[in-house]
């Protein structure tokens, strides 16, 4: 199982930033992924999620109506589009999958996810 995330970086207070997740070596449309950050000093937190199948998301409500979550089956990929960035944003961001018992269930806490891509820094400065 292989992740490959990019599109991290350093953004102004205000700004946009598109995140990428490549996978490889399991069934995509049979995992939920979500993304996931951790702040230092912090708990890992969900952020996004999108499900099997249909595509079903979910959003956490300090990045609903700023984010959106998309994915591409024909490239084993999942995007987090991320606009409207605030400082508070500030964190590594991971991708992981999750193996769901049927496909359009979304999953939103970390020990539900059974792998987990290496992170990329998310810097926003006020």
């Known amino acids: 199982v292989q992740f490959v995330e990019s599109g991290g970086g350093l953004v102004q207070a205000g700004g946009s930033l598109r995140l990428s997740c490549v996978t490889s070596g399991f069934t995509f449309d049979d995992y939920a992924i979500g993304w996931f950050r951790q702040a230092p000093g912090r708990e890992r937190e969900g952020v996004s999620c999108i499900s099997g199948g249909d595509g079903t998301t979910h959003y956490a409500d300090s990045v609903k109506g700023r984010f959106t979550i998309s994915k591409d089956n024909a490239k084993n990929t999942v995007y987090l589009q991320m606009n409207s960035l605030k400082p508070e944003d500030t964190a590594v961001y991971y991708c992981?999958?999750?193996?769901?018992?049927?496909?359009?269930?979304?999953?939103?806490?970390?020990?539900?996810?059974?792998?987990w891509g290496q992170g990329t820094q998310v810097t926003v400065s006020s």
């Open positions: 992981a999958a999750a193996h769901t018992p049927t496909r359009n269930i979304v999953v939103m806490t970390p020990g539900g996810y059974d792998y």
